[in-house]
């Protein structure tokens, strides 16, 4: 798991507890949340924050950190990612990228809010990187959830066997499916991987008659041509069940995240998808009979 | 928003704020001729007679709603018999960037030479301030409590409905009756009691002189314009002001007319805090709106503009000038007049009506600064009200401010009140629960609780000045549990609230003999079967409240304590040389202190348990003190802005938060240590038993982003049910992110008129002075996904 995020009002009906799940066969250029994309969890370091007090260099077994000038720095070849550094530093310069959990405390993270979901009718969203990298531990959860009468999302890629989905779906009340482009090569070539299972899985989720919205995370210049604009309306139009669709306009925001995970950001030359386009987008959309939300 | 409130808005908001000395020169006029002739009662009632024949009128060109307090829009009386400011107070107030009030140099003239030498040394003010013991001073100056009564009168009431079924004739006649019936036999104070019925006889006539003279100036008026519209409109004036005050009101503009002489009669007497408020103003008003549209006298526009006119009025009335230690604790023009929206009717129904939307259009259209409205949400509150009032707080004004009917019930139900009084009760000020129309719930003064931790830590010594102001509680270094640091701060408290307490009580005594209300005694029930003053326990209930600033400093504080003294490695005397030097060469033991404590409101239940703990003790040390009304103090938990003052005289503290800077402001969590979202916040403040408070403040800021869709408003309206289902008292949103706020302080001109809410109230930010606009920014940003 990489975060928790309560009071969640983008991921799914009313007040949510959003769980994050590490781990992600995908590597879109845009991704916004890098620090899921890898299962593995790892210290990262922030020289900013850093005061210079060399806690962390003396608890440091392997001897990996020194403190400069510019604030403390981390080799990552010697680093092991064993964490004592980020115990100790009182400025929280190091951090790690995830945190190991179990169900029980997952769910006791999420029974905080309890209150709110009663008042509202929501519950808890399951996202990532793509919470079906762990579909034995996912199902625990929903099912934890489901005991207690919580309203469960799933928020995925959709990119998994058909098994795994099927059976996630069985303690799943609504999915959350992003389509990211309906041609193939272009799907490749930004995300890494084929489109072909996520087409057949979406197809399959909604032949099953399960609650889904098809979510189009807009990317100027990669998705938002009317080609594919057009062929996603025709294709989520004429999925049984499927009526809404979420309109999710690209920014810039995770940039930051990158810088701080010492990644390059690839997203680098999307510009930012400006109303004029969303709002075209989301016409051509609602042509097909389809409801359409931006910002979902 | 039509053209006349169009130009009254901008008349309104464009004057400037001045002194007016026409009320001191005829006060001091009367009491050099007359003190000593008359019973105090008598000689107060006379004088606001004398006031009432004498004042200069103003009617404006667009107005439909009459009356001023000064000469003209925002020109502010000062009151002498409370604070005589000097000379160089005037010059001060004249010349002052922040909170300026225009005076001219020939009134400051005037000033000098008849009003100070008769007041210097007479004033309430003085006259507490010769009386009070070293003891208190020593505390009050270093910033342990402030005293709400030493420059203004106690205020703090709302009315019910009692004026708009009662005219000015009715009380006289209740008064006679009265009169008639003292028992000078067998009653000890049946001749107090004739004093102060006489007073309130002379006081119904002076309102009802004010509002006759009103009529005669709107019939001259009239004579001497051509235009026919506003000579009917005159003319309608007159009759309206002929009408009211001396009788009850017969329709919906009568009603406002009405409501608006009451409310200038009570400012004008004295300047009582939080001015006055109508308390539940849609209720009242609903059965005139809905006889008039019933009889077809009434249009809903009509209505909408009589209540627009009406709001202007009260942003013409800005607070009056505030001095010393009270000028740097509450610095704003907004006189704290509140309206509550919806709540409940006496018999337990619904209050919400067609007004209570038209007030919500009102207020959308013109966001002035004065009044300020309140939703109040019971169960029975349709959801459509608060989701129309979210509407309003979306657009990022501070206001409407959310509150809690049911808890606000409960709160004075178990304060002993009757629950059909409770339910004609709400909020008024900012966050203060009352019963309206019957009940003086006086504010005494703040309480810096982080400050009694620090005088605690430094063994009854304030560290920032080496003078002893506390009890001697202990070496804190030989201290041994945390237990036994926690004993000694209750020890402490206790003996500051002692000192807070005697000299309120003094105070208060000198308020019911030396300035009594006649007036204001009329209006509040029971005032006139008892015979007594509204300030000598004449109202059905009196409460004192004492309001207690920096629960989440405090707590905090504790944790860290709790957490690195006694349960981690950190030596007491090292923290302690670290506070002194404000953690100089310290930062890493200030950021361990400040990212490694459990923190309030983060629904983390090792500092939430602590946060109860102190709680449950500064609900031991006021609740249920005696004051001298035989009636009782109760918590309140407001801070309105004294939290940047409280901080200003505060060190370092063991949260890691450096000296000087605001403390926690209500009952809201430290700036910045709340990391876990609103929910976390609301799951915290939940944890504190309110019901057993007189109110608690939560401010929650929102980025605008956050509330851009009716879907994300629903959510908000979720937040603020669910935080209501778990006891909460009342909760604020500021809808504005830094970069706005940060231009603002580039370019102050171009945001004159952005609001932001600061306390319990809305202020204008470029008015605000650096201090409150970085603490205003530094109040976490909740951002959500």
Redesign the interface.
């Known amino acids: 798991m990489f975060a928790v ?7 799914g009906p ?2 949510r507890t ?1 769980v994050f799940l590490k781990g992600c066969p995908l590597s879109c250029v845009w991704c916004h949340n890098p620090e899921g994309l890898s299962p593995a969890i790892e210290v990262v370091t922030m020289p900013e924050r850093c ?1 210079g ?1 060399g ?1 962390c260099v003396r608890s440091c077994p392997e001897r990996a950190l020194i403190v400069t000038g510019q604030g403390v720095s981390r080799d990552t070849e010697a680093c092991t990612n064993c964490g004592q550094c980020v115990d100790i530093c ?3 310069a190091h951090e790690r990228t995830g945190s190991g959990e179990t169900v029980e405390s997952v769910m006791e993270t999420v029974r ?2 309890m ?2 979901y ?3 009718g ?1 519950g808890v969203t399951f996202s990532g990187g793509e919470p079906l990298m762990q579909p034995v531990f996912l199902k625990k959860l929903l099912t934890a959830c489901g005991r207690l009468g919580l309203h469960r999302a799933v928020d995925t890629s959709g990119f998994a066997g058909q098994d795994v989905l099927m059976d996630v779906a069985e303690e799943t009340d609504l999915f959350l499916f992003d389509l990211k482009h309906m041609d193939d090569a272009v799907h490749r070539k930004y995300t890494g991987v084929s489109n072909e299972d996520i087409l057949a899985n979406i197809a399959a989720l909604a032949a099953a008659g399960v609650d889904m919205v098809v979510r189009l995370p807009l990317m100027p210049g990669i998705n938002d041509t009317d080609a594919n604009l057009q062929a996603t309306g025709a294709f989520v139009a004429g999925l049984a069940g499927v009526r809404r669709m979420d309109v999710l306009p690209y920014h810039a925001a995770a940039r930051s995240k990158y810088a701080k995970l010492g990644l390059e950001y690839p997203g680098f030359g999307i510009p930012k998808a400006e109303n004029g386009r969303v709002n075209h987008a989301v016409q051509i959309l609602k042509r097909h009979g389809l409801s359409v939300r931006v ?1 979902g | 928003m039509n053209e006349r409130i169009g130009r009254l808005k901008r008349e309104s908001f464009e004057a400037v704020p001045s002194i007016s000395i026409e009320r001191a020169v005829i006060e001091t006029e009367f009491y050099r001729e007359n003190y000593g002739k008359y019973s105090l009662p008598v000689l107060r009632a006379r004088f606001f007679h004398e006031l009432c024949a004498k004042k200069t009128l103003y009617i404006g060109k667009d107005e439909l709603i009459v009356g001023e307090r000064g000469p003209r829009p925002k020109a502010v009386p000062t009151f002498p018999e409370l604070t005589c400011h000097t000379a160089e107070d005037l010059r001060i107030l004249n010349s002052r960037t922040m909170t300026r009030y225009h005076v001219t140099g020939e009134d400051i003239k005037t000033y000098e030479e008849t009003v100070i030498p008769y007041w210097q040394g007479r004033s309430m003010r003085d006259r507490v301030f010769n009386h009070v013991p070293e003891d208190w001073k020593a505390a009050y100056e270093c910033g342990l409590f402030t005293e709400f009564m030493e420059q203004r009168a106690p205020g703090h009431t709302a009315l019910d409905g009692l004026i708009y079924e009662t005219g000015m004739l009715d009380f006289k006649m209740r008064i006679a009756k009265r009169l008639e019936g003292l028992d000078y036999l067998n009653d000890p104070q049946a001749s107090d009691k004739a004093e102060q019925l006489k007073a309130m006889d002379i006081a119904c006539n002076a309102v009802m002189l004010f509002a006759v003279r009103h009529a005669e100036l709107a019939d001259r008026m009239a004579d001497e314009i051509d235009d026919p519209v506003r000579q009917a409109e005159l003319r309608r004036i007159a009759d309206v002001c002929r009408r009211v005050p001396a009788h009850k009101p017969r329709d919906f503009w009568e009603a406002l007319q009405m409501y608006w002489f009451v409310h200038l009669g009570t400012i004008t007497e004295l300047n009582g805090w939080d001015a006055m408020s109508p308390g539940h103003l849609d209720q009242h008003l609903g059965p005139f709106y809905e006889q008039g549209i019933a009889d077809g006298v009434l249009t809903r526009d009509a209505a909408k503009e009589l209540l627009s006119c009406f709001w202007i009025k009260v942003n013409n009335h800005p607070a009056p000038p505030k001095v010393g230690v009270t000028a740097k604790e509450s610095g704003t023009y907004n006189d704290f007049t509140q309206i509550n929206i919806g709540g409940l009717k006496r018999d337990g129904s619904d209050g919400s009506n067609e007004v209570s939307y038209l007030i919500l259009e009102v207020v959308d259209d013109l966001h002035l600064l004065q009044p300020q409205p309140s939703v109040h949400v019971s169960e029975r509150t349709p959801e459509r009200l608060l989701k129309v009032a979210s509407r309003v707080i979306r657009c990022g004004y501070g206001y409407p401010s959310v509150f809690n009917t049911d808890m606000v019930v409960m709160e004075q139900v178990r304060a002993g009140k009757s629950v059909e009084d409770a339910r004609e009760g709400g909020t008024s000020g900012c966050i203060e629960t009352g019963s309206f129309g019957k009940e003086a719930y006086v504010l005494t003064g703040y309480l810096n609780v982080p400050k009694v931790l620090e005088v605690t830590l430094n063994n009854g010594v304030d560290p920032l000045t080496g003078r002893e102001v506390g009890l001697k509680t202990g070496d804190p270094t030989i201290f041994k549990t945390y237990g036994e640091l926690y004993d000694a701060f209750v020890r402490q408290l206790e003996y500051v609230v002692d000192l807070k307490v005697r000299v309120n009580n003094y105070i208060e005594r000198m308020y019911a003999k030396h300035s009594p209300a006649p007036f204001l005694s009329v209006v509040i029930r029971d005032c006139i079967d008892k015979g007594r003053d509204y300030y000598d326990g004449g109202p059905r209930y009196n409460t004192n409240y004492i309001q207690c600033c920096g629960i989440g400093t405090v707590t905090d504080s504790l944790s860290a304590l709790k957490t690195h003294v006694f349960g981690g490695g950190l030596d007491m005397a090292e923290l302690l040389a670290a506070l002194k030097n404000n953690f100089e060469e310290a ?3 200030r ?2 202190l400040w ?2 404590t459990p923190f309030f409101g983060n ?1 983390d239940d090792r500092a939430d348990d602590i946060m109860k703990k102190v709680y449950d003790s500064l609900f031991r040390a006021i609740d249920g003190r005696l004051n001298t009304k035989g009636s009782l103090y109760h918590l309140n938990m407001l801070s309105t802005t004294c939290h940047v003052y409280f901080g200003k005289m505060l060190g370092a503290t063991p949260n890691g938060r450096k000296a000087h800077l605001p403390e926690s402001d209500g009952t809201s969590p430290s700036h910045g240590a709340d990391r ?5 916040v609301v ?1 915290s403040l ?1 944890k504190m038993d309110q019901a057993k408070s007189g109110g608690t403040l939560l401010n929650q800021r929102f980025l605008p982003s ?1 509330l ?2 009716d ?2 408003l ?2 908000l309206c ?2 603020v ?2 935080y209501f ?2 006891g909460g008292h009342h909760i604020q949103f500021n809808v504005v992110d830094t970069e706005t706020l940060r231009k603002a302080q580039e370019t102050p001109d171009e945001y004159r008129n952005l609001l932001v809410r600061v306390a319990g109230y809305s202020d204008y930010f470029v008015d605000l002075d650096k201090d409150h606009q970085e603490e205003i920014i530094s109040r976490t940003e ?1 951002e ?2």
């Open positions: 995020k309560r009071y969640a009002i983008h991921d009313n007040i959003t005061v007090c806690e009182p400025a929280l905080k809010d209150p709110f009663d008042q509202t929501g910002g | 930062e890493a033991l950021l361990l990212n490694r629904d876990n979202g609103p929910t976390a799951k939940s956050v851009s869709s879907r994300d629903d959510k979720g937040l049910r669910t289902t778990l909740q959500l996904g």
